[in-house]
Every structure is written in C-alpha cells, then in structure tokens.
C-alpha cells in the first residue's frame, strides 16, 4: 500500500496519476479538501480511499492500518508563498512532517517529502542540494522557513540516509486549476493571452534585471513526477535533491512560448510588483541538477517550448485534468 499526502493537490495528484500509470492502485489519498475545487483532481485517479489529514495521522500513529504501508509521498503542506501565520505554518508543514517521519524511520518505510526550492532564499549561496550548505542558507519568506526547518532537523538527526528530501523549483502543469493565487503564471494568464492578447508581468526593481528578465528554473510537472518516481524505484538513494530543469530561462522567455502556443504575437506589460513582496523577491533561481545526474537518475526533461506547448494545447484549451 502507497500514502500520498496532499495527494487531491497538485504535485500530489500528478504523482498518483503517475503511479496509476505504472499499474499501481493500491493508494490511499489523504489531503484536506474543504470547500475548494481539489476534488476535481480526483475524478480521473484510481485508488482505494481518501481521508482527511488529520483521521490519516491519527489511525497512523495507533496501528490501525492492517496492510503494510510501503512508501508514503508526503506531499500535504501549505504551499502559499505569502502565507504569515507562522504558528501554522510551522505545525502544519514542519511538525506534521515530524511526525509521519519518525513513523517511517521506525518502520522502515520509504519516506519521500517535499521540501522546496524557496529554502534557498536570495540565492546568496548558490542553488547546490550538498546537505552540509543547509546551515548557510536562508530563506526569504515564512513557507521557505518552515520547509527548511524540516530540512535541517533531519540532517541532524541522521535521517537523511534513510530518507528522501524533494527541493521542488518552480512546478508549472495540469492539476493546479484550483491553486488560486499561487497557481502558475501559464495558468493564471493562458485566458488572458486567449481573450486579450496580453500579458502582463512584474517589473524589476534592481538594476542588474530588466523587467521580465527575473530568471526562474521552470520545471513541468510531468517530468517532475518522472524524478519522483526514480527515488521510488530506487530505494537505496537517499538525501535532499533539487527537482528542476538545471536550465534559467526569464519571465520574458515564458511568455513568448505562451504566445506561441496560443498562437498570438507577442504582447506584454510590465506592472508594478506588489510593496509586499518586494524584499521577498528571489531574481534568479537556477536548480544545479549534478547530484540527481550523479545518483544515476538520467531523466531529460522536456524544452520549455514543448511543454508549454503540452500544457496550453492538451490541457488548458479543454480544461482537462491528468488522467483524462
């Protein structure tokens, strides 16, 4: 039996998708839907139940599972970058994640769990998943701190031998419909470029950037499941991995493979940021890949053309879900 956590969200969703795909159902999907849309996520999946997050840990933590959990995806955690209430955040992304951990370490269960890319903060110190740079670097927003909190304690505890971390760069794809605020930009601006024929974008507030040239390491959610799936498939590699392309493109470069898919001429406007994000704003965010390719992972992953092509064309034209 499988565990995902978070798995009616986004990236939770597309790896059961995926696990559908390679003939796996026995799944069980826990996640917190509310009065949200996630639940659409879960019309095309196939697994055996759903609970709620919290009757999940409960019946974990008493024994109350008669099959053997063989890998649990932790996927559940609030994802919204400007999320202030820390006392959430922290229970919710950091001791919650404490505690499915410590289950796994004492049951010998494959543990994968996302962390983020947002622990990085300003790029300062580069974008290198080498365990002992953890202590250096220092996350820009509140959701960053409570990912890297996880992050860190079990590199102290020794767990990261036994473990998977998933540093998860900018994720973009199908499933992600009901993100809101937080969804991608392709998401958010693909009806706008459909019905108008524009897009607007942030302008820079620093002379090194031009507007639009803020760099980002943009990586389809089709082929980050893919790397997922090879911590799965390979259990004996363990530690904190960066999952994104190893490739830097700009806002300006997104945009113009949007226009091109929706088959548009180029149009943007630059708009101001926010006051309120922009002392959290990262300029350039670029995964170094090297240790994933070093572990023997060899997965390519798809040009931004192409997948913005897949997503645009395949998907948000029909407003289609994975699995469909």
């Known amino acids: 039996m499988i565990i995902v956590t978070g798995g009616a969200g986004f990236i939770g969703s597309a790896i059961v998708w995926k696990l559908n795909q390679m003939g796996m159902n026995d799944i069980i999907i826990t996640d917190h839907l509310g009065t949200s849309e996630k639940w659409k996520n879960l019309v095309n999946l196939r697994y ?6 919290d009757v999940f840990i409960k019946k974990l933590e008493a024994c109350e599972f008669n099959s053997s959990i ?30 499915l951990a410590k289950w796994a370490v004492s049951n010998r269960c494959r543990f994968i769990y996302a962390s983020s890319a947002a622990t990085y903060g300003n790029g300062k110190f580069g974008y290198d998943d080498t365990h002992m740079k953890f202590y250096s670097i220092k ?27 998933l540093k998860f760069f900018n994720v973009f794809g199908p499933n992600e419909y009901h993100k809101g605020d937080m969804m991608s930009l392709v998401c958010k601006s693909y009806t706008k470029i459909r019905d108008t024929g524009e897009i607007s974008l942030f302008k820079s507030y620093i002379n090194e950037y031009k507007d639009g040239e803020q760099v980002r390491d943009f990586v389809y959610v089709k082929d980050a499941v893919e790397m997922v799936m ?8 363990n530690g904190v991995f960066n999952i994104g392309t190893g490739r830097e493109h700009s806002w300006n470069d997104l945009a113009k493979a949007m226009f091109k898919a929706c088959g548009k001429p180029f149009n943007i406007r630059y708009i101001d940021m926010p006051e309120q994000i922009r002392d959290k704003y990262q300029y350039f965010t670029k995964a170094n890949m090297d240790k994933l390719a070093v572990h ?3 997965h390519t992953c798809m040009s931004m053309d192409d997948a913005i092509d897949d997503y645009i064309n395949n998907y948000l034209k029909h407003n289609r879900y994975l699995g469909e």
Request: with cysteine.
């Open 48 to 53: 055996n139940d759903y609970l709620d997050r």
């Open 70 to 99: 063989e890998a649990i995806f932790h996927m559940g955690a609030c994802s919204a970058t400007t999320e202030k209430d820390a006392d959430y955040l922290i229970e919710n992304n950091f001791h919650y994640t404490l505690r």
């Open 139 to 165: 996350p820009l927003n509140m959701y960053g701190y409570s990912k890297h909190l996880f992050d860190l304690y079990a590199l102290r505890m020794g767990w990261l031998d036994k473990m998977v971390g």
């Open 230 to 237: 090879y911590f799965y498939e390979n259990d004996s590699v």
């Open 296 to 298: 023997g992972c060899t």
